[in-house]
């Protein structure tokens, strides 16, 4: 094992410190591997393999007792925002047949440790393209991938493409935008959050299930609020 690998663990284990959440204890001893996979012109492909142990679970009761008066006492206000964006999809024929949009929005939110908060990231809107669609048909169409990269408390994760799956029953188009969530942590981000301390990271899951809107021929526009939680924890 050569200085870059051990560099690469120690980067893995004490700052990445990656976590799975387990809403009781393990019952057996656990094994989980985190694994990292890069490129670079002097090494080629190379995947890091780290076992990782004990360290690596998170108990997390789902109703966990709390000192309110403490809570409250502790709780944060941080300013959230997401930005606009908009997709366009097609019939297997290549015709537009609708577009999914998200608008922006920015608010504030107030977390309380260990308690889920709920807030929008924006509203969805589904237009419906009617006469270029061919009604009885059904279809399904690919994968496609909509950026809109959230902002919590200055910070913003790496990468966040919501994935919507879209479908034709030969009445109505339906999009499905797919659950999608990471964690906001100080040490892991450019320019330090000021609300939450090293030891803290948020939890951002959207939409907070997976989200369905349909649009008709009757009803050709729709619209939804992009529901998300966010849970405040320690590390």
Known sequence: MDEQNRKEIEFIRHELNPKISSS???????????????????????????????????VQAESPTHDVTNLIANSRTVAISSPSASIVVTAPNGAAIGTLTISGMKSKITLLKNMTARASLGVVTLNMNAKNLIFGEKFRRPRILCSAVPTFDGASPRNWEYSVYFSFDG???????????????????????????????????????????VATAESPQSTASLESTFLLRDI
């Open 24 to 58: 009781e204890p393990p019952t057996t001893s656990p094994y989980i591997e985190a694994r990292r996979i890069v490129w670079s012109p002097e090494g080629g492909n190379v995947i890091l393999v780290v076992p990782m142990g004990q360290e690596a679970i998170r």
């Open 171 to 213: 009445v109505a188009l339906k999009a499905e935008i797919r659950q999608l969530s990471c964690s906001i942590r100080s040490a892991n981000v450019s320019v330090p959050t000021p609300n939450i301390s090293a030891s803290e990271e948020v939890l951002i899951t959207a939409p907070a299930n997976n989200l369905v809107i």
